[in-house]
């Protein structure tokens, strides 16, 4: 699981009950409970980091018409990678 090498969420196990499953599958649980979680952390991060709006250049100042082409760029982008993420990844 190296997606949580990353985040790791902070649960809150008291909610959850065992029951009378055994020590493997409890952990293989919790493992599928915090990756699930981490997926939907992960895929809000990159849905705001697509719809964030470009930053000013850093090479001085724009002018009007190469500030447009960025937005116009940017938008392109944004609009062609709105298609949800899907598990399992396909290709």
């Known amino acids: 699981m190296d997606v949580l090498e990353y985040w790791h969420p902070n649960m809150s196990w008291t909610g959850f009950r065992r029951g009378a499953v055994s020590e493997r599958m409890w952990g293989y649980c919790c493992q599928l409970v915090q990756l699930c979680h981490a997926r939907g952390h992960w895929q809000k991060v990159t849905q705001d980091i697509r719809l964030t709006p470009p930053r000013p250049s850093v090479y001085g ?31």
Do not use: A, H
């Open 61 to 91: 100042p724009e002018s009007k018409y190469q500030r447009n082409k960025r937005r116009i760029e940017w938008k392109v982008r944004r609009d062609t990678c709105t298609e949800p993420l899907t598990w399992p990844p396909r290709g």
